[in-house]
């Protein structure tokens, strides 16, 4: 997956930078979804002087390519990022802890897509988003 998105940066005319490797590496090796701020947290372990302004303007442009799908959550910089080059799924995340979890199916119909292409829309992506409480937050 590293290998993909590194591949459409060069296509998309970006340099491969060490701190651009590095957020996308801890995005792809993170079992989680992350926010902005838990991947400068991981960024900065080994990139101290890193800012936080840094880490926002490279997600905007792996977003921007379409390398990174951002998941919305509830409040301010609650949004989780994941690497685009998996199955098609979707997530459902907790409001409370803000924990988002894949969740393997697509409530979008094919014959909706189809039909919509029909009427000239050329489509890119669409997000679904389910909102709940998770089981740990549902019990406190
Ligand atoms: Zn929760
Ligand atoms: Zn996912
Ligand atoms: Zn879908």
Redo the contacts with the bound molecule.
Sequence with gaps: MIYEVMTKLKEEGYRITPQRRIIVEKIVQTAE?LTVAEIWKLVRDEYNDIGLDTIYRNINILTEIGVLTP?MGTGNDSTRY?VTY?NH?H?VVCIKCGKAV?IDYCPINQEFIAMLRMQGYELIRHNVELLGLCTECKTL
């Design positions: 979804l998941i994941e998996t799924h997530h894949c």
